[in-house]
């Protein structure tokens, strides 16, 4: 039972344009949600999180939105950059230590 | 710079040998540590809960007798595949909850393993 699911495996933006990379949940239990970005052969590097009781937190190029009634969170980038190509994993838990980790969308800027 | 560190970052070894990984908070102490694994193009799969002191939880399908964890101080938790099999080449990654200073879940740099 996948509990958090990324169902786009790629996607390609042009540079300066907005990234959306999408993840659903299915357990309602879960309260703090967690973008990482990640290059291959490397650990994840973490990116934003969110917790239950928002429904957006920004930082920088970077914002996440929340979605409870849809189980459903978002992560915009803008605008995108060429070093932003990477796979991005959303992540999900009950509290901020035992994750449960999307497949994975693989980001691709164009220049 | 980094604050959670494995080593090695990368291994070779023969079937049938065991391999341990390290896993080290350098900035903070952990009293829970995460292993997990990670297939090609797949996501994380946490394998199992590292807690110092006592014996790790491990995940569902995951074997305890193959996949030693020890935590025995509050910055190094240790993997160790045992008698390893080429099924067992992977990449695996830890993780470390700083819950005094930042309450934030920090990754090392992964072990790429290789079994022949």
């Known amino acids: 039972d996948q509990q958090v699911k990324q169902n786009s495996p790629s996607l390609s933006v042009q540079e300066g344009r907005i990234s959306i990379l999408n993840c659903d949940y299915t357990?309602?239990?879960?309260?703090?949600f967690l973008w990482y970005k990640k290059y291959p052969a490397e650990g994840p590097t973490f990116l934003i999180s969110i917790s239950s009781i928002k429904d957006k937190n920004e930082d920088g190029r970077f914002t996440v939105f929340l979605n409870k009634s849809a189980k459903h969170l978002s992560l915009h980038i803008v605008p995108s950059q060429p070093g932003d190509s990477a796979v991005y994993f959303c992540a999900a838990g009950q509290g901020a230590q035992k994750l449960v980790f999307g497949q994975g969308t693989r980001l691709t800027i164009n220049p | 710079g980094a604050v959670v560190s494995q080593h090695p970052s990368r291994v070779i070894c023969k079937s049938g040998t065991s391999v341990k990984i390290e896993c080290r908070s350098l900035?903070?102490?952990?009293?829970?540590m995460f292993w997990y694994r990670q297939f090609p193009k797949q996501s994380l799969m946490l394998m199992a809960t590292?807690?110092?002191?006592?014996?790790?939880?491990?995940e569902q399908g995951v074997e305890k007798d193959k996949f030693l964890i020890n935590h025995a101080s509050l910055t190094l938790s240790t993997l160790t595949v045992t008698s390893a099999h080429p099924e067992d080449s992977s990449f695996y990654i830890c993780s470390a909850f700083d819950r005094i200073n930042t309450g934030e879940l920090f990754f090392g740099e992964g072990s790429r393993l290789t079994v022949l």
């Open positions: 900035d903070f102490q952990a009293t829970t």
């Open positions: 590292s807690n110092e002191g006592s014996k790790a939880t491990y």
């Open positions: 357990n309602s239990m879960f309260d703090y």
